[in-house]
């Protein structure tokens, strides 16, 4: 009988299909759905540092008291009542979730600054979360700020959540790294349990007719996991840390493609929001049919099979791909 187990974080997971967090795992129900589809583990919807500090500064009556004499202010955050529950409300989802599913459940926060997070971080260990994924996302825009002082930063937010709780932490992280297989090494070295390659940055549009800024959230398609594919295959071998890859996971050919790279697990959401909960027990069906075919017993067999553990100049071996990649387009176009 063929195996899918795999171990995340410290957790046997029944297969490597991981629900990531989106607006499916808002619900008891949303995250027992995905369990019945096949789901090794959930990972919860984000909650936002901004929502954390709305709600302890009682910042609603100042955010929107006298606004209308300032444009800009009108804009800058989403109404208190956009957001999807409330921090307590959060805590008691993670609670009755435990109580309703067997997978492992994880909590995900977003944000920038290690001030909330620890504090909360807390209690969603109290709440009885197996871990949490901190979703690093900000876009520094300040030119006095140098590359070397955002990723220390990032460095110690991960480093404070990680001394303030016992559960495993997994970090999302950006691309945007100058060196990103060092970045990888020191949050590694700080305790990161993951790295969830790769975060994804929504960029905003311009309505030119009510000359306004919107935001414009796009679902990934399969084309987005070259990306975090090529990075796991680089990493693997080479920290410690699981590498869960996210973005592009649309098929069991891409959940393949991952593993074979050296992911841990697969992450989505853009193919479940597009195709419904269900849909996880077709890719599960289709990674089955592929190792069938090609005769591998387990999942952990697959792991790293194409991975560049054993080259002995990975960065010499990347420079090659992209020769043969340019001269193979010129040679088919000419």
Known sequence: MLDLTTTYMGYKLRSPLVASASPLSETVDGIKRLEDAGAGAVVMFSLFEEQLKLEQLALDHYLTYGTESYAEALSYFPEPQDFKTTSEGYLELIRKAKESVEIPIFASLNGTTPEKWVSYAQKIEEAGADGLELNLYSIPTDPEITGAEIEQHDIDVVNAVRRSISIPVAVKLSPYFSNMANMAKRFDEVGASSLVLFNRFYQPDIDVETLEVRPNLLLSTPQAQRLPMRWIAILYG????????????????????????????????????????????????????????????????????????????????????????????RAVKS
């Open 238 to 329: 080479r920290i410690h840390a699981d590498l869960a890859a996210t973005g592009g996971v649309h098929s069991g050919m891409d959940v393949v493609k991952m593993l074979l790279a050296g992911a841990t697990v697969t992450m989505m959401a853009s193919a479940l929001l597009k195709h419904g909960h269900s849909y996880l027990s077709t890719i599960e069906h289709e990674l089955l049919a592929w190792m069938t075919e090609y005769e591998y017993v387990s999942v952990a067999e697959m792991r790293g099979a194409l991975s560049q553990q054993h080259a002995e100049d990975p960065a010499a071996y990347e420079r090659a791909q992209y020769m043969k990649a340019l001269t193979y387009y």
